[in-house]
């Protein structure tokens, strides 16, 4: 007689859906910048603003006065905030960070070399990127991991997970007193373009400095400040990676959540994406594409 053992349907894991609405809202932040450069810097100065479509020069002017608003000057440290917060915390929820640290860094490099291509082979002027989010992101990871070989060891101490968030909060608090030692702030990036002199060939990566202005620029400083903020909270808040606010989860976030598990794609595709579709609605109502002969 044979007997038919019956497989346990595996327990679906628990996802804690508040680093993803967090991580989704700065996602969906950066598409809404990226948007209104594009239009404005791209589309408008190269083309709509000498179109006779009403239309396409007040969203050109809407576009520009927002690059240039307060609103933007404020707004935009905020949600780089976002951004490097809800990654840190993400590596409470990561198996290896080093790995994943890794694979990201290769996806930028990626970056720097297509970026490289269109600028100095092709002529797309202003596009190379030496050193932006990506990279940054993938170095805070990076160096995080190696922080963190000791700092695990306090699991198996009494309530350790509260010695190690105070531990990287420490980190976190050091790197922004360096920072506001040594670097410029945010606000001075937005308004001024001031920069720290570059002291040596690799100054950039850690401060802003001319040498490394490139399409996008986030040197070390004070970005891995704001992502050990969130690392910190890891093990405070997620020691099991489990949802703070379990009951109030629903598919009232999905706008938020879905595009927070797939930010890196979005921000990968996002700028060829915006200047397709804002190729489209140029020849859809001037039936012309001058700016990109």
């Given at each position: 007689m044979k007997i038919r053992l019956e497989k346990k349907p595996r327990r679906k894991r628990e996802r804690?859906?508040?680093?993803?609405?967090?991580r989704g809202l700065a996602i969906l932040l950066v598409v809404w910048d990226h948007v209104m450069y594009s239009v404005g810097h791209i589309f408008y100065i190269d083309?709509?603003?000498?179109?006779?479509?009403?239309?396409?020069?007040?969203?050109?002017?809407?576009?520009?006065?927002?690059?240039?608003?307060?609103?933007?000057?404020y707004g935009w440290p905020v949600f780089v905030f976002i951004f490097f917060f809800v990654s840190g915390v993400c590596t409470g929820f990561s198996r290896n960070n080093f790995l994943r640290g890794l694979r990201?860094?290769?996806?930028?490099?990626?970056?720097?070399?297509?970026?490289?291509?269109?600028?100095?082979?092709?002529?797309?002027?202003?596009?190379?990127?030496?050193f932006g989010?990506?990279?940054?992101?993938?170095?805070?990871?990076?160096?995080?991991?190696?922080v963190a070989l000791p700092v695990d060891l306090l699991d198996r101490v009494k309530n350790g997970?509260?010695?190690?968030?105070?531990?990287?909060?420490?980190?976190?608090?050091?790197?922004?007193?360096?920072?506001?030692?040594c670097n410029i702030t945010l606000y001075e990036v937005n308004t001024t373009n001031h920069v720290v002199p570059s002291t040596s060939p690799i100054t950039g990566m850690f401060v802003y400095t001319r040498d490394w202005w490139?399409?996008?620029?986030?040197?070390?400083?004070?970005?891995?400040?704001?992502?050990?903020?969130?690392?910190?909270?890891?093990?405070?808040?997620?020691?099991?990676?489990?949802?703070?606010?379990?009951?109030?989860?629903?598919?009232w976030n999905r706008f938020l959540t879905v595009p927070g598990k797939y930010s890196l794609y979005i921000y990968l595709c996002i700028q060829v994406v915006a200047i397709f579709l804002l190729w489209l609605l140029t020849l859809a109502i001037t039936g012309e594409v001058y700016f990109f002969e």
């Amino acid at each position: 007689m044979k007997i038919r053992l019956e497989k346990k349907p595996r327990r679906k894991r628990e996802r804690a859906w508040e680093p993803d609405a967090l991580r989704g809202l700065a996602i969906l932040l950066v598409v809404w910048d990226h948007v209104m450069y594009s239009v404005g810097h791209i589309f408008y100065i190269d083309g709509w603003e000498y179109s006779s479509s009403a239309f396409l020069n007040a969203f050109g002017e809407f576009a520009l006065d927002y690059w240039d608003s307060m609103l933007r000057v404020y707004g935009w440290p905020v949600f780089v905030f976002i951004f490097f917060f809800v990654s840190g915390v993400c590596t409470g929820f990561s198996r290896n960070n080093f790995l994943r640290g890794l694979r990201l860094a290769a996806v930028a490099l990626l970056v720097t070399g297509a970026t490289y291509v269109l600028d100095e082979v092709l002529g797309f002027s202003g596009t190379y990127i030496q050193f932006g989010v990506l990279h940054c992101l993938a170095l805070c990871i990076l160096l995080f991991s190696i922080v963190a070989l000791p700092v695990d060891l306090l699991d198996r101490v009494k309530n350790g997970r509260f010695i190690k968030a105070a531990i990287y909060l420490a980190v976190a608090a050091a790197l922004i007193a360096i920072n506001y030692t040594c670097n410029i702030t945010l606000y001075e990036v937005n308004t001024t373009n001031h920069v720290v002199p570059s002291t040596s060939p690799i100054t950039g990566m850690f401060v802003y400095t001319r040498d490394w202005w490139t399409a996008d620029y986030f040197p070390l400083l004070p970005f891995f400040g704001f992502f050990m903020i969130g690392a910190a909270c890891a093990p405070a808040f997620y020691p099991e990676g489990k949802s703070l606010l379990p009951k109030l989860d629903g598919k009232w976030n999905r706008f938020l959540t879905v595009p927070g598990k797939y930010s890196l794609y979005i921000y990968l595709c996002i700028q060829v994406v915006a200047i397709f579709l804002l190729w489209l609605l140029t020849l859809a109502i001037t039936g012309e594409v001058y700016f990109f002969e």
